[in-house]
């Protein structure tokens, strides 16, 4: 099956820019979606489509995706961006068809 | 406003059953197909199951295939999941999400609901 691997954790300082990288093989051959999970909460898509942003989320939040990476990319980081954050895939050949990935927490200094 | 709504989680034996429900407002549920999500304590997102608008086409995943059915019914406006034959690792928070096709082929999940527990425990 299709895996997607996160690094575990991320620190940034408020103002900085967090990059939270998803890797698979040849992903830059599929769209990539990015949620961001605070505590006790449900996940929210935050990215869509490699890059897009659904309406009411921030310009801050951007993606790319190439060869076997795929980033989230966090401008001018507030605190209020702690939290966790899950690339996700569509993969018809897996028996997950929603692919998710290892998650990474955000944690902002 | 979209609002997915879960229910019916709670506390239960290994090898017991429960149904989850997921009340849908706000869009045209009749519309959309619908999956299941659950999140182990602790763990990350696992998909668990998928419907299609009218309920047609089904899937699941590899680990819950031949215990958990999801079905629907459109003139409630409502998602369920029954699950069987529980075990322990399917303790977990359930979420019920919204799918999105994209221009490109691919899917994901626009909105959420709050999520309910369920606890697979003697």
């Not at chain 1, 190439?66 to 569509?90: F, K, M, P």
């Not at chain 2, 017991?16 to 304590?41: D, H, I, K």
């Amino acid at each position: 099956s299709y895996v997607l691997t996160q690094p575990p954790s991320v620190s940034v300082a408020p103002g900085q820019t967090a990059r939270i990288t998803c890797g698979g093989n040849n992903i830059g051959s599929k769209s990539v979606h990015w949620y961001q999970q605070k505590p006790g909460q449900a996940p929210v898509l935050v990215v869509y489509d490699d890059s897009d942003r659904p309406s009411g989320i921030p310009e801050r939040f951007s993606g790319s995706n190439s060869g076997n990476t795929a980033t989230l990319t966090i401008s001018r980081v507030e605190a209020g961006d702690e939290a966790d954050y899950y690339c996700q895939v569509w993969d018809s050949s897996s028996d997950h068809f929603y692919v998710f990935g290892t998650g990474t927490k955000v944690t902002v200094l | 406003e979209v609002q997915l709504v879960e229910s019916g989680g709670g506390l239960v034996q290994p090898g017991g059953s429960l149904r989850l429900s997921c009340a849908a407002s706000g869009f045209t549920f009749s519309s959309y197909e619908m999956n299941w999500v659950r999140q182990a304590p602790g763990k990350g997102l696992e998909w668990v199951s998928y419907i299609s608008s009218s309920g047609s086409t089904i899937y699941y995943a590899d680990s819950v295939k031949g215990r958990f059915t999801i079905s629907r019914d459109n003139a409630k406006n409502s998602l369920y999941l029954q699950m069987n034959s529980l075990r322990a690792e399917d303790t977990a928070v359930y979420y019920c999400a919204r799918n999105t096709a994209t221009l490109y082929g691919s899917y994901y999940f626009d909105y959420w609901g709050q999520g309910t527990l369920v606890t697979v425990s003697s």
